[in-house]
């Protein structure tokens, strides 16, 4: 998978993220490789949710695993 597949994926899976928790901004979920646990832990404060429903969530979004 290319770097713009990625991108095209996440894009996706955000829209789909922000579409399960309302509250949640671009800057709540920007992806920046290495980052994954701050954007992680950005969604559990705002969402209140665990770290392991967020986790599943963003696999269920983008079918990345």
Do not use: F, P
Not at 36 to 65: F, L, N, P, Y
């Amino acid at each position: 998978m290319n770097t713009l597949e990625i991108k095209g994926d996440w894009n996706i899976a955000k829209g789909k993220l922000k579409q399960k928790w309302g509250e949640l901004t671009d800057d709540d979920l920007d992806y920046a490789e290495g980052k994954v646990d701050e954007m992680v832990g950005r969604v559990q404060k705002r969402t209140g949710e665990s770290r392991e429903a967020v986790e599943k969530a963003i696999q269920e979004s983008c079918d990345c695993h």
